[in-house]
C-alpha cells in the first residue's frame, strides 16, 4: 500500500526537534496559532529527512533525559549545518549548552512550577518583554557555565542562567517552557523567534490550505473512486467533507458500527451524512463480531489492538464487495501519528495503539490518501467550520477511537456496554440542560470493574459502580478536574441509580492530569 500525503508547497516550516518532552506537540501548535507552518520529528530521526524539510528555523523541546549521563538524546550535527536560527527549550538548551562546552549539572532540588525570570540584556528573544516575567520550570538539570561564545540574557533565583544566546550565531536557548500557558508572554518570546529571528511568512492560513488541499486531492484522484472509513467523529467527519467537496460522488463512506459508541450515536451519524450531507454511506452492523472477538479480554493495550484489527477486518470485508475503488482515505491526524511513533524515531515508544496509523494489510492495494495527517485537533475543527459542517459536530467532546471499550475497565459485554451508554447519556443530557457542556473540555461515564451495595426503596442492591469524569483543559496535555456543582452531580447521580437498575453507586473523579490521564484506560 502507498502512503499518498499532501505535500506542503512554497510555505516556510519552524521544525521541532523533539527529545521527549511531553509539551513538544504544544511547541508546534502554538506555532501554528501563529500561521506558520510547524512539524515535529525526532532528535534521531535521518537527516535526509531535516534536510528535505528546509525548515527556516528549528526549536529543540524539553525531554525527560540528562545530558549528565552518557548515551542520552543529543543534537546531529546536520542542525549546525543549515547554518538557521535554533531555540533551545529546557532538554534542549541543556544539550545545546553541553555541545559547545558549557556545564550542565543536576541539582539536588528539581525545579516544577512559576519562577520569576529576569532579563538581564537585550536580546532579540525577549523584545517587547517584559524585564520581570513569570515563568513555568520543569528541569532537574540546569546550565552552570555558559558554553563558548555564548552569554547570559536571563535568569531566576534558582537558575542563574535561565537564557542565553550566541554571540554570532542565531543561536538561543531557554530554561522555562514558553510554550504552555503558565509563562507569561510566552506566545510573544515564540514570536520573536519564528517572524523576528527566523524571518518567516505567516502563510499556513485555513482558507488557503482548504483551496490546497481541494486541489491536491483533485489532481491525485483524478477519475477515480475512494473509500473513507467513517466513524461520526470530528477527523472522519472533516475529511469526508473535504473529499466530498473535492471530488463529489467519487467518494463511497463505509460507517462501522461496532456497538461500542454512545447512545444514539449510529443513528445520528446515519442522518447526518447520508440524509443532511447527501454523501454515499454504506453501514455495516458489526457489534456482534466486536464482542465476540473480545470476550474475555480485560487489558486496555490488548483491547484497543484487538477493536483495531477487527475494525480493518470489517472494513476490508466491505471493501472487497466495492468495485474500482483505487484509493483509501482515512482520518488521521497529527497527534495520531507522533502517538503512534509514526515519525520513524530509531527509540519511538508507542504511548497507545492508533488502528488508523500504518494498520491497514497490503492485499487491499489501495493508495492511501489522509488530507489531514499533518493537522492538529483544533486546526481539523478550524477547517470543519469552513467546510459548513455544523457546530454540534465539531464541538463535541472528544470520543477515543476504541469507544467505549476503554471507558469500561476490563472485560466488555453487551450487558456492560448498555448500562455505560445510559449513564454516559444521562450525564451529557443534563451537562447540556444545565448549560454546563461547553464549559468543560471533556466529559464521561466509565464503567469500574467493583460492584457495590446500595438501597434502593426497602431492597438491597449489589450493583454496579459508575464513575463521572469532568475535565477543563486548554491543550489536553494537562487538565484539571472540573469543579461541577454539587447539587449538579447530586441530581445527575440521582437520575443514573434511579433510572439505570444495574448500578448502585456513582462516584466523581477528582484527578488531574497529570499525574492522572483523562481516559481511565
Given at each position: 500500500?502507498?502512503?499518498?500525503s ?6 516556510d516550516?519552524?521544525l521541532v526537534l523533539?527529545?521527549?518532552?511531553q ?7 502554538r506555532i ?5 507552518y510547524?512539524e515535529?520529528?525526532?532528535w ?6 531535516i ?5 527556516k528555523?528549528i526549536i529543540l523541546?524539553g525531554?525527560?533525559?540528562?545530558v549528565?549521563?552518557?548515551f542520552?538524546p543529543r543534537i546531529p550535527q ?8 535554533i531555540?533551545?527549550i529546557?532538554y534542549?538548551m541543556?544539550t545545546?549548552?553541553?555541545?559547545f562546552?558549557?556545564q550542565?549539572i543536576s541539582?539536588?532540588?528539581k ?5 520569576e525570570?529576569?532579563i538581564?540584556?537585550?536580546?532579540k ?5 517584559e524585564?520581570k516575567?513569570?515563568?513555568?520550570m ?9 558554553p563558548?561564545?555564548?552569554k ?7 537558575a542563574?542562567?535561565?537564557a542565553?544566546?550566541h554571540?554570532s550565531?542565531p ?8 510554550e ?5 508572554q510566552?506566545?510573544?518570546?515564540l514570536n520573536?523567534?519564528i ?5 518567516t511568512?505567516p502563510?499556513w492560513k485555513m482558507?488557503?490550505l482548504?483551496?490546497?488541499?481541494i ?6 484522484v ?6 473513507l ?6 477527523d472522519?467527519?472533516v475529511t469526508?467533507?473535504?473529499l466530498?467537496?473535492?471530488?463529489g460522488?467519487?467518494l ?5 458500527d461496532?456497538?461500542l459508541?454512545r447512545?444514539g450515536?449510529?443513528?445520528q451519524?446515519?442522518?447526518t451524512?447520508k440524509?443532511?450531507?447527501n ?9 456482534e ?5 473480545l470476550?474475555?479480554?480485560?487489558d ?10 477487527t475494525f ?5 470485508a466491505?471493501?472487497?464487495?466495492l ?8 482520518g488521521?491526524?497529527y497527534?495520531?501519528?507522533i502517538?503512534s511513533s509514526g515519525?520513524e524515531?530509531n527509540?519511538?515508544?508507542v ?8 494498520g ?5 492495494k489501495?493508495?492511501l490518501i489522509e488530507?489531514l495527517r499533518?493537522?492538529?485537533?483544533d486546526?481539523v475543527?478550524?477547517?470543519?467550520v469552513e ?5 454540534e459536530?465539531l464541538?463535541r467532546?472528544?470520543?477515543?477511537g476504541?469507544?467505549?471499550?476503554v471507558?469500561i475497565?476490563?472485560e466488555?459485554?453487551?450487558e456492560?456496554?448498555k448500562i ?5 447519556f ?8 444545565a ?5 468543560v473540555s471533556q466529559a464521561?461515564a466509565?464503567l469500574?470493574p467493583?460492584k457495590?451495595?446500595g438501597?434502593?426503596g426497602d431492597e438491597r442492591?449489589?450493583?454496579e459502580?459508575i464513575?463521572?469524569r469532568?475535565?477543563e483543559?486548554?491543550d489536553?496535555?494537562?487538565a ?24 448502585s453507586?456513582v462516584?466523581?473523579?477528582?484527578s488531574?492530569k ?7 484506560e
Open positions: 500500500m502507498t502512503n499518498l499532501v505535500d506542503k508547497k512554497n510555505i516550516v519552524i523533539d527529545f521527549g518532552s509539551y513538544t506537540q504544544l511547541i508546534a501548535r501554528r496559532e501563529s500561521n506558520v510547524s515535529i520529528l525526532p534521531d530521526i535521518d537527516e535526509s529527512k534536510k528535505k524539510l528546509k525548515p528555523g523541546s525531554g525527560p533525559n540528562s549528565t549521563e552518557s542520552t546536520i542542525i549546525f549545518e543549515l547554518s538557521i536560527p531555540l533551545g529546557c534542549g541543556q545545546l549548552a553541553e555541545q562546552g558549557g550542565v541539582s539536588q532540588k525545579e516544577f512550577g512559576h519562577s525570570l529576569k538581564n540584556s537585550e536580546s528573544l525577549f523584545t517587547g518583554i524585564k516575567l513569570n515563568v513555568w520543569s528541569h532537574g538539570d540546569q546550565v552552570q557555565d555558559l563558548d561564545h555564548f547570559l540574557i536571563a535568569s531566576t533565583a534558582t542563574p542562567i535561565a542565553m544566546e554571540h550565531l543561536y538561543y536557548a531557554i530554561q522555562f517552557h514558553p504552555v500557558t503558565h509563562t507569561s510566552g506566545i510573544k518570546i520573536n523567534f517572524f523576528d529571528i527566523c524571518n511568512s502563510d482558507d488557503d482548504i483551496s490546497s488541499r486541489s491536491e486531492i483533485k489532481e491525485k483524478k477519475h477515480e473512486k475512494v473509500l472509513g467513517l466513524s461520526g467523529g470530528v472522519s467527519s469526508a467533507a473535504l466530498h467537496k473535492a471530488i460522488n467519487k463511497t463512506c463505509v460507517f462501522v461496532n456497538g459508541l447512545k450515536e449510529a443513528e451519524v446515519m442522518l451524512f440524509e443532511h450531507m454523501l454515499n454511506v454504506i453501514k455495516s452492523e458489526s457489534a463480531i466486536f464482542l465476540r472477538h470476550k474475555n479480554i480485560d486496555p493495550e490488548q483491547k484497543r489492538k484487538i477493536i483495531g484489527r480493518i477486518d470489517v472494513f476490508d466491505e471493501a472487497i464487495k468495485k474500482d475503488i483505487k484509493f483509501l482515505a482515512q488521521t491526524i497527534p495520531d501519528v502517538e515519525s524515531s527509540e519511538a515508544r504511548i497507545k495503539s492508533h488502528h488508523n496509523v500504518g491497514l494489510p497490503d492485499e487491499m489501495l493508495d488530507p499533518d493537522l492538529f485537533k486546526e475543527r478550524k477547517m470543519g467546510l459548513g459542517i455544523s457546530k459536530m464541538d467532546h472528544p470520543f477515543p476504541p469507544g467505549l471499550g471507558r475497565i476490563g466488555i459485554t453487551k456492560k456496554t455505560l451508554q445510559e449513564a454516559d444521562i450525564f451529557v443530557e443534563e451537562l447540556i440542560k448549560n454546563l457542556y461547553n464549559k464521561f466509565v469500574l467493583v457495590s451495595v438501597v434502593v442492591r449489589y450493583a459502580v464513575g463521572l469532568a475535565v483543559t486548554v489536553f496535555m494537562t484539571k478536574w472540573s469543579h461541577l456543582p454539587y447539587d449538579f452531580l447530586e441530581h445527575v447521580s440521582n437520575r443514573i441509580v434511579n433510572e439505570i437498575e444495574e448500578v453507586r462516584v466523581y473523579d477528582i488531574s497529570p499525574p492522572a490521564t483523562i481516559e481511565w
